[in-house]
């Protein structure tokens, strides 16, 4: 088993159409899900559709992005499995123990830490506020990131690799797996509490991540993992909020009825007035 899985993951960057599967099988999945069993009623600016169109604009942006970073991604890996470098390598733990390293390593750096980074660090929240503004967190929401943002994540996410020498098949397991979480922890979907607290022990869970979504801070400020909710758990960063108080935006830093102006966003980090 492991051999077929590890054959095809290794090979899956040099098939674009397989990998865009992924992403747009998640979205489309969880679209219909959330349309059926919706956590909090959503009041788009014009409809649905409008929205998700804005979204994917910058959905868009970070995939072309990405493939320009995915050859240094390539690159790096290999050297790490050429010259032997990296967590993996020295303990020697096998394709099992890689994977769970390569995993914990990719998920700290390229989720956690580059997430409270945008947070703590003024000049970085000007890009992830982008995020932020989008009053109706649904599927969409997901890759809504602005350009630079998407550039910052894999430079963290290049720390992550360099670390644990995550070999291409773990990568690319590893950024499936998180395609498809985003488009999951981000949908407005209703889930049983106790299925939701349950995966919220070891899992990022919807109803933990709409918390981080929650217009007013500290809540904002918590809740920064992006598959693993340990790294929350362990660094004092984890806050609950029933889902019934949720209300989606930013309490300063950008006007909220601009959340679906698509020009407005891209250019709005840039501007000299203090966010």
């Known amino acids: 088993m492991w051999a077929r899985i590890i054959e095809y993951f290794s090979t899956l960057e040099h098939h674009p159409a397989q990998r865009m599967a992924f992403l747009v099988g998640g979205l489309l999945i969880f679209w219909i899900i959330e349309g059926s069993i919706p956590l909090i009623p959503l009041q788009y600016k014009k409809n649905k559709l409008h929205h998700a169109i804005v979204n ?3 959905t868009v942006i970070h995939l072309i992005i990405h493939t320009f970073l995915a050859i240094f991604i390539v690159k790096l890996s290999d050297w790490c499995k050429a010259e032997q470098f990296g967590l993996v390598y020295w303990m020697n733990v096998g394709v099992s123990g890689t994977i769970i390293i390569s995993f914990l390593a990719l998920d700290f750096f390229g989720g956690w830490l580059v997430h409270i980074a945008e947070h703590k660090v003024h000049f970085l929240w000007r890009f992830h506020i982008i995020h932020h503004s989008d009053n109706n967190v649904d599927v969409t929401t997901g890759l809504r990131h602005h350009p630079v943002e998407s550039v910052l994540r894999g430079l963290f996410f290049f720390m992550g690799i360099f670390l644990s020498g995550a070999p ?3 990568v690319m397991i590893f950024q499936t797996l998180l395609v498809l979480s985003t488009a999951f922890t981000h949908a407005n979907i209703s889930m049983p509490g106790w299925l939701d607290k349950l995966l919220g022990y070891i899992l990022v869970s919807p109803n933990m991540h709409k918390v981080h979504h929650h217009w007013k801070q500290p809540f904002t400020d918590s809740n920064y993992g992006a598959i693993f909710s340990i790294w929350d758990r362990l660094l004092g960063t984890y806050k609950k909020l029933d889902p019934k108080q949720i209300r ?13 102006d698509f020009m407005l966003l891209m250019k709005k980090p840039f501007q000299k007035k203090e966010l």
């Open 248 to 260: 989606y935006g930013l309490d300063r830093y950008y006007p909220n009825e601009k959340d679906e």
């Open 168 to 170: 291409m098949y773990a």
């Open 56 to 58: 994917m604009g910058f």
